[in-house]
T-cell receptor, first 112, second 115 residues
Framework: DAKTTQPNSMESNEEEPVHLPCNHS???????IHWYRQLPSQGPEYVIH?????VNNRMASLAIAEDRKSSTLILHRATLRDAAVYYC?????????????WGLGTSLAVNP | EAGVTQFPSHSVIEKGQTVTLRCDPI?????LYWYRRVMGKEIKFLLH????????ESGMPNNRFLAERTGGTYSTLKVQPAELEDSGVYFC?????????????FGSGTQLSVL
């Protein structure tokens, strides 16, 4: 079962920031927080990941709560191409288990 | 650089027939994963190859599914005989070996419809 909870859907306007929340209250010390997104008719695409500190890359920023029980993916200026389903996934780096356990994600709609 | 390629993009078969899906990972990627999404459900892990070896096949639904990766390059996933509940989108992903938190690169998937 997925270990994360996300809203089913969110809506944003083009060129505005978007904050996508994720709750993971049962996170363990060896769980990394990964975000992937899936655009229509495409396979999932890696967005960002982090452990404790906030992370930034060219696609997005990841803000992680101090207790690590929640995180927020931030798209600084949403574009129409950002309309996708966003998945927050915990990945345990301990042991050899490398599989991703997916939830239903948040479907993001971007209005022009 | 070419991405992960899956073939065919769509397949429509009748119950009881056999279908083989193919995945060509990014060159040099030792990790290869198969995932599946059944309509309305979450994406589910099927199995993980490291080169030609099956590292984890805990997600394979039953013995009608056979995955191979001969030579550690491309992989095939065969469903024989196909059942109605096998319909869904099958995704393949690859990643470099060695990184603790390797980034997975996914193909566009194969839409399988079993009638």
């Amino acid at each position: 079962d997925a270990k994360t909870t996300q809203p089913n859907s969110m809506e944003s306007n083009e060129e505005e920031p978007v904050h996508l929340p994720c709750n993971h209250s049962t996170i363990s010390g060896t769980d990394y927080i990964h975000w992937y997104r899936q655009l229509p008719s495409q396979g999932p695409e890696y967005v960002i990941h982090g452990l404790t500190s906030n992370v930034n890359n060219r696609m997005a920023s990841l803000a992680i709560a101090e207790d690590r029980k929640s995180s927020t993916l931030i798209l600084h200026r949403a574009t129409l191409r950002d309309a996708a389903v966003y998945y927050c996934i915990l990945r345990d780096i301990a042991g050899n288990n490398r599989k991703l356990i997916w939830g239903l994600g948040t479907s993001l709609a971007v209005n022009p | 650089e070419a991405g992960v390629t899956q073939f065919p993009s769509h397949s429509v078969i009748e119950k009881g027939q056999t279908v083989t899906l193919r995945c060509d990972p990014i060159s040099g990627h030792d990790n290869l994963y198969w995932y599946r999404r059944v309509m309305g459900k979450e994406i589910k892990f099927l199995l993980h190859f490291v080169k030609e070896s099956k590292q984890d096949e805990s997600g394979m639904p039953n013995n009608r599914f056979l995955a191979e990766r001969t030579g550690g390059t491309y992989s095939t996933l065969k469903v024989q005989p196909a059942e109605l509940e096998d319909s869904g989108v099958y995704f393949c992903a690859s990643s470099q070996q060695g990184a603790i938190n390797e980034k997975l690169f996914f193909g566009s998937g194969t839409q399988l419809s079993v009638l």
